[in-house]
């Protein structure tokens, strides 16, 4: 994962031209596990099989192919049969405990991967019987209820194993909770009761837990899209990206910066994952970025950042928007489609941030020489844009996503065995394809079954009704105040949880009490996404801080803070589309509605980055505005933060009030920031104050 340089006949200097990032691997992690054994010999080969079955099952069950011939596969025969081919190599896979062997599989684990595979086996041989005759209810035979409850005890052990005690512990009571939900001390969480036998039942057999939503979700769409995505990377699209990215950015002011989050935002919508754009688009771009004068946790920062939003950009958003669209019985695209506004201003803002930063530091961009050239990068990666947009065009004009990603698979896979020479695969790519393949999927169920008994538990219960109620009670009906409550919330166990665990638990318990006060669904669930996920940047956990940190060579925790400050404009910007639906491209006339809030949002923007950083636009170094430079500079922040709030719907003022309210503020502090920096400007450089 090292720059290479080139030189032409007629070109001495030294040419930047990146190596593949992703070298062999695509890995894209759900749970940001690093601690994990790499399976060798016969158990390599076992978990490559195991995939392989699992993406044919797949493509069989989308493409309706009938590999079985004479018999109809079930829904939920097929959710069991993805559970018990993928499911035990959790014990494989993720070792038990710290002190537990990486280089051999001990004999426990060993009995764990046994007993989750024969008790998955026997419950998918179960739940067509179990359909006809309502055994999710009551009368399931006893070895059923003790398969059930060994699948129960074997989901807990993974996902402790995938996401850490925090998950478990999140979990599990809420699992067990129906065994006792009628206790008196459970105050607004009372509900109706059940037996061991008739929890069981339910969770293992009904279609609203282990096999609910986030199972369906992943045998659905998601397998379709990280195979797509692992493709993508192991045909040298990351080369292709972070090459392109410093062919066209390079060159600006702190070019290295915009390379950066140009590059990882390419990168992250492909891929999906946070920590994967960390590691690989991190190791290219934080170098450069201190060489041209970033200090090191700003350029931990800015890759975290950047990063930050692999899961928030569509084509691939990650394993939550998949669920996001089954919670919501729309198609991924709509999920897609909602998050280009929001995502665009992310972006737009980071850019802004560094714009500003760069400006303030007199930094500048890398000399053109020294950049790949634009003709060159996409003479060699031509394909991958015509296959992107393949996948765009199937996702939004045909309306097929579970169809679209294994098209674009094919599409990439044969151009990319005709026109290149160094990404040709050969059968020992195929088997690291699957491989890499194989342990995401093998995380990725771990989470969502375990999370799906979450959901089963309060449909069991029926206590979600009841308790929206008891949440609009204690907010006073006050949506700014829910609002508030379920964005701390959402921070705090984002801390503690992976972001789809997280958003799982809050659309269950938050999502009701707010459409209840009439605020849009898409919007909802959007904002209980962002927050869970923006843990990722927030200390004390900050994952992708930390990751970004450890390329960077800084402190992590210093790195953690200077990602909250870069990536500010993330926290603001869930509270602006939930104000106003037109951001994620709902409501009446949504697209034009959409572009002018967009349009204010980011003039806005422009004057929060300008105060955060120092440095406004049109205006210059606000140091030059002397004691008044931090007054000012929170002027600007105010301002643009109005600027940019949307009016109207549960806003007291109209959008032409909030705009004017902002204007108000910001043009007599830009005025006075002119006026004080050019006068300074205009003091001979030895008459100036230090």
Sequence with gaps: MSASTSTGPKDETRRIVFDDPHGAAGNMQEAEVTRVRTLRGAWRWTLIVATAATILLCINQQFSLRFFIGYTQLNTEYFYLLIALMLP?????????????????????????????????????????????????????????????????????????????????????????????????????RGTQSTIEQATAYHVLSGESLLGIPIQAFADTVIGFLVFGTALMMTGAGKFFINLAFALCGTFRGGAAKVCIFASGLLGMMSGSIISNVLTAGTMTIPVMKKSGFRASYAGAIEACASTGAVLAPPVMGATAFVIAQFLNVSYADVAVAAIIPAALYYVGLFMQVDAYAARHKLKGIPRAELPRVMDTIKDGWYYVFVIALLIVMLLYFKRESHAPFYATALLLVLNQLFSKDTRWTLATIGKFLEVNGRTFVELVGILAGCGLLIGAFSMTGVVSSLANDLLHIAG???????????????????????????????????????????????????????????????????????????AGSPAMKTGWESMWVGSIIYFIPFFFVLNPALVLQGSSPYLAGLGLMA????????????????????????????????????????????????????????????????AILVPTVLIALLLVRRQAMVPDGLRAP
């Excluded at 179960?126 to 060994?150: Q, T």
């Excluded at 919330?489 to 972001?499: A, D, E, H, R, V």
């Excluded at 949002?601 to 980055?609: D, E, L, N, Q, R």
Aim: hydrophobic letters at 60%; a neutral charge; proline letters at 6%.
């Design 89 to 189: 190599f959790t014990f494989l896979i993720f070792p038990g405990t710290e002190r537990a062997p990486l280089d051999r599989i001990p004999w426990y684990d060993l009995l764990f991967f046994a007993v989750t595979f024969a008790a998955a086996l026997l419950l998918m041989s179960s739940v067509r019987k179990a359909a006809e005759a309502g055994w999710e209810f009551g009368g399931a035979p006893n070895i059923v209820i003790a398969a059930g409850l060994v699948m129960w005890a074997m989901l807990m052990e993974a996902l402790r194993r995938t996401g850490g005690w925090s998950l478990l512990l999140s979990v599990l009571p809420f699992t067990v909770y129906p065994l006792f939900a009628e206790a008196g001390w459970l105050g607004p969480f």
């Design 477 to 551: 009906d006050n949506p700014f105040l829910l609002l508030g409550m379920c964005a701390l919330t959402s921070l705090i166990l984002g801390l503690g949880l992976t972001t789809t665990a997280c958003y799982i638990f809050l659309v269950i318990l938050v999502a009701p009490a707010l459409e209840k006060l009439g605020l849009n669904r898409m919007a909802v669930h959007m904002f209980i996404f962002y927050w869970g996920m923006l843990s990722s940047i927030t200390p004390p956990v900050a994952i992708a801080s930390f990751a970004a940190a450890g390329i």
């Design 600 to 663: 204010l949002a980011a003039f806005g923007t422009m004057f929060i980055c300008g105060g955060i950083q120092g440095y406004q636009a049109f205006v210059g170094d606000l140091r030059g505005a002397g004691l008044l430079e931090w007054p000012l500079r929170v002027l600007l922040v105010i301002g643009g933060f109005v600027v940019a709030t949307p009016g109207g719907g549960i806003m007291p003022l109209s959008q032409m009030q909030v705009t004017l309210l902002g204007l």
